[in-house]
Nanobody, 119 residues
Framework: QVHLVESGGGVVQSGDSLRLSCAAS????????MGWFRQAPGKERDFVAS????????DYADSVKGRFTITRDNAKNTVFLQMNNLKPEDTAVYSC????????????WGQGTQVTVSS
């Protein structure tokens, strides 16, 4: 069982940066693939980024490539999402997720943190 808690959201202006954190409970954090997703009002939840256990593999949605960076600190049971050059279309609830296999399903989800970008 993994409990995920996101933090770091807020209201920013276009072009600003934010760093989201996702803290995980338990001593098996390093055995999970981690991901970030977002859901805008009235839209489906979309994939944002994922990172393998060892951080050797990272994938990003085309819409955030070059602006967002996913990292993890297995010693601190935390995964991060650095978001630069934010745009109004990045406004959404951002959630982290944990899974067993890279490219597989996601087993655990956090409740999310709101990011609002004003123009």
């Amino acid at each position: 069982q993994v409990h995920l808690v996101e933090s770091g959201g807020g209201v920013v202006q276009s072009g600003d940066s934010l760093r989201l954190s996702c803290a995980a409970s338990g001593r098996t954090f390093g055995s999970y693939v981690m991901g970030w997703f977002r859901q805008a009002p009235g839209k489906e939840r979309d994939f944002v980024a994922s990172i393998s256990r060892s951080s050797l593999r990272k994938d990003y949605a085309d819409s955030v490539k070059g602006r967002f960076t996913i990292t993890r600190d297995n010693a601190k049971n935390t995964v991060f999402l650095q978001m630069n050059n934010l745009k109004p279309e990045d406004t959404a609830v951002y959630s982290c997720a944990a899974g067993q296999l890279y490219g597989g399903s996601w087993d655990y989800w956090g409740q999310g943190t709101q990011v609002t970008v004003s123009s």
